[in-house]
């Protein structure tokens, strides 16, 4: 089965926000054996190919005031269309869809903004959360990412949080079993390492013991010579 695409749109500035949300992406339900549970792109020239695309932007302060990447989500519109369009949107302020004195409505582009009737799906991220590293581990932005999952995938939000559970459950019956194998294979080979000490040392007392018995041997059998000697000498001894 393939992966879901999408492709991520940001400026320099906002890169730390893209990386979280790209991370988040790939790693949200990701199965055991997979790298990626989605494919996160950043070339949307590749979308050319793909049928309905999915394209997620970054919006700031930041990028509101990039004529680069309002140019690159200019070219995504013409070339794709709004269907597809997903936000991230970095402010302090309630994003507001439509409602001009929302400050962060006017970090959306353009191009977008008149294409899109209906409001897109979107997460918000205080930019003051990314003074510390963003995870799957923060139950807030978990449940953000999955939201943005489902969107990618065009399936229901709680269909994404249960496969996510799966997997979750999985991973650590796997982890258990590897572990278990892990700690099987330590005793056995401990088992073998006592086994051949046990070995070893008999052989050695066994070798001891040979050495012993061949040193008595040869204690008996000069003590034997000995007394034959003695009894040569006093056979032959002249008698007074």
């Known amino acids: 089965m393939s992966r879901p695409v999408t492709y991520l749109l940001y400026c320099p500035d906002d890169s730390a926000a893209a990386h979280a949300v790209k991370q988040g992406l790939q790693r949200f339900s990701r199965s055991f054996w997979q790298q990626d549970a989605i494919d996160v792109r950043v070339d949307p020239?590749?979308?050319?190919n793909d049928t309905e695309p999915k394209v997620i932007l970054v919006v700031s302060a930041a990028s509101a005031a990039s004529p680069q990447f309002d140019r690159e989500v200019a070219a995504w519109v013409e070339a794709n269309g709004t269907d597809g369009v997903l936000l991230v949107?970095?402010?302090?302020?309630?994003?507001?869809?439509?409602?001009?004195?929302?400050?962060?409505f006017a970090y959306v582009p353009d191009s977008v903004r008149s294409g899109l009737s209906d409001e897109p799906r979107h997460?918000?991220?205080?930019?003051?959360r990314l003074e510390s590293e963003l995870t799957l581990r923060d139950g807030d932005f978990r449940d953000q990412i999955a939201q943005l999952v489902a969107s990618v995938r065009g399936v229901p939000k709680d269909e994404v949080d249960?496969?996510?559970?799966?997997q979750q459950r999985r991973r650590n019956q796997l982890a258990f079993s590897a572990l278990g194998a892990v700690i099987a294979l330590l005793t056995a080979a401990g088992a073998l390492v006592l086994v051949a000490r046990n070995q070893q040392q008999a052989a050695d007392e066994q070798e001891?013991?040979?050495?012993e018995a061949t040193e008595e041997a040869q204690a008996q059998t000069r003590l034997t010579a000995s007394a034959d000697l003695a009894a040569t000498v006093l056979a032959n001894a002249p008698k007074l």
């Open 123 to 128: 997460l918000q991220i205080s930019p003051g």
């Open 89 to 104: 949107v970095l402010a302090d302020d309630q994003f507001r869809w439509g409602d001009p004195e929302s400050a962060s």
């Open 45 to 48: 020239a590749l979308a050319i």
């Open 162 to 166: 249960g496969e996510d559970i799966r």
């Open 208 to 211: 001891i013991r040979a050495q």
